[in-house]
């Protein structure tokens, strides 16, 4: 168990920058996930806490150690990886037993450890199976029995779902979360999947092009994003991005549509200049139904998505495009005119230029 | 393009035909050799040859009173079975290393070596052996078939490491292994099937390889495929025995490849590893 401390980290392949200066504390016991667009250095940064990857500049800190050279073999680290990377040619129970047969561990205290993880993990019936004899789910488990064995400073996990079909993922979420509150020890998940880091992290680490946009927890991300990045990247559907002009007392969309600032910002509209361009972001399940509320405007419904628990509709109001999440009662056809306004205090103001919050 | 089963089943004949045409390539001098093993020696050279005649040992008789043939049969085990060996325990490390880095010019230097005339290497040889008084050893023999064995060794291996995803080495070194334990606990027990591909097509290529043992063995280490040339030219050539001895030599490569056919087969169109 040990915290991770990464200080102006810089990695390059050849003359390409993948991170160009990252810092990043990790607290003891956090499971933190980073999350964010394929390609933008997640696994980078993860090999390089586990060794797999060198460093260019910065430090990293596992505990009190400064790691950047010391090999993989002598982290005590742990990884899951995309493709679970078992070994072929060994049985689940010596998958398993490797790494604690590579500390020279006693034969009874392997066996032991094994077993007690197989039973956690529900695996204990396959310990003599080969992996290629194994589902995807099954070969799953055994790549994290294999981790869970070894009781190491940190977990890491790269995208380990990514191969499982969608409702084995719901379920093994919910197992991986339950498995870190029993553990206690630092993980690090990597995912693209926002819904992934949203479930299961005690902090999100939000990354794109190397760089790390926000850091918090899954409702300080989803309530307060820092950017229009954020904002867009976390929560389903995306949130809906509004030009929008402060005047007196009013925020102005295109075409004329325009509420009073006082009933989205009740609290925060003294800070915006008037006359100041901005983006308005609004989530999809923060348009109310306001039938009797007449600064409520007029959305023209044209598509609906029915989920069942709710109801998506796509909508066009002035020069507006945009989806709202509705109560499916409502029964929303396309052509049909909702009153919709957005929820007080639930509205996000941005600057169009920088893409900044503005709070 | 779409096939019409009377197309696949011209494709069907072509291939057939083209087979038998191969085989009948490969497999007749074969035959002829075999045969001619068998015949007196004023009957090896009729033309056209004769398919019907009475079979005779004379050849086999002769070769073994007139020359140490089994002497010769172990100077060729040793030599082909230590250079086979340390072409394996050279090549295979280096084939790793190769596809672990992705530095490919050893490999290529290997090859170039292999790709050079034998005869480019026998006389800077010859004097080296000789200045170290080591003609005629078992050692010049096998250390300069390691030249035949090693890059075989190493082309035959680079594809089945390469095979192999990185991610199972890198999850080795992450519980522990050093680069020593990822080749031998991991990356060996993977290539076995290009293990055994290997050291057959090496121990083929070492037992039929003749120019250095031409010049680097004496009449004690003699190679079998080396000794089947006095037969050449002494006056007349003795084709009979020359048949003879082709013959016997012929033997052991193919039994070992009868014995290892199906390994040989799956381990050369890959797939061992994937799992
Ligand atoms: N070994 C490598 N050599 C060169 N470029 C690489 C290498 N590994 C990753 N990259 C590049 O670094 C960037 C980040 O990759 P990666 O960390 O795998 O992204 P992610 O895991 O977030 O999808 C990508 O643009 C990728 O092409
Ligand atoms: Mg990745």
Known sequence: ??????????????????????SLDIPDHEFVVLVGPSGCGKSTLLRILAGLESVNEGDVYIGEERVNTVPAAKRDIAMVFQDYALYPHMTVRQNMAFALEMRGMSKAEIEERVQKAAKLLHIDGLLDRRPKALSGGQRQRVA????????????????PLSNLDAKLRAQVRAEIKALSQQLRTTMVFVTHDQIEAMTMADRIVVMQSGVIQQVGSPEEVYEKPANMFVAGFIGSPSMNFIPARMTDGEICLEDGVSFPAERLFPVRSQ??????????????????????????????????????????????????????????????????????????????????ETGEAIC | MTSTPSADRWIGYLNTVLLMVAGIIVVAPTLWMVLSSFKFSHEVTAYPPTLFFTPTLTNYVSLWERTPFIQYGINSAVVTSASTALGILLGTPAAFVVSWTRITWPAIVT??????????????????????????????????????????????????????????????????????????????????????????LAFVFSWNYFLFALVLSNSDTKTLIAASFNFIGEGSTNWGALMAAATLIALPPLVLAIIVQRWLVSGLTLGAVKG
């Not at chain 1, 994290?144 to 400073?153: E, H, L, Q, S």
């Open chain 1, 1 to 22: 168990m040990a915290s991770i401390r990464i200080r102006n980290l810089v990695k390059r392949f050849g003359n390409v920058t993948v991170i160009p200066d990252l």
């Open chain 1, 144 to 159: 994290m029995g294999r981790a869970i064995v070894r009781d190491p400073k940190v977990f890491l996990f790269d995208e």
């Open chain 1, 271 to 352: 800070a915006i200049e008037a006359g100041q361009p901005l983006t308005l972001g609004v989530r999809p399940e923060h348009f109310l139904f306001a039938p009797d509320d007449p600064a409520a405007f007029k959305a023209q419904v044209s598509l609906v998505e029915p989920l069942g628990s709710d109801t998506l509709v796509h909508f066009t109001a002035g020069g507006i495009d945009a989806v709202a999440r509705v109560s499916p009662d409502l029964r929303p056809k396309p052509g049909d005119v909702l009153p919709l306004i957005p929820a007080p205090n639930k509205v996000h103001l941005f600057m169009p």
């Open chain 2, 111 to 200: 090859l170039l070596a292999r790709m050079a005339p034998g005869t480019l290497f026998l006389l800077p040889w010859y004097l080296m052996f000789r200045q170290i008084d080591m003609i005629g050893s078992y050692w010049a023999l096998i250390l300069t078939h390691a030249v035949i064995t090693m890059p075989i060794v190493i082309w035959v291996l680079l594809p089945f490491f390469d095979n192999i995803p990185r991610s199972i080495f890198e999850a080795a070194q992450v519980d522990g292994c050093s680069p020593i334990r990822v080749f031998y606990r991991i990356a060996l027990p993977l290539v076995s099937a290009g293990l055994s591909v290997s050291s057959i």
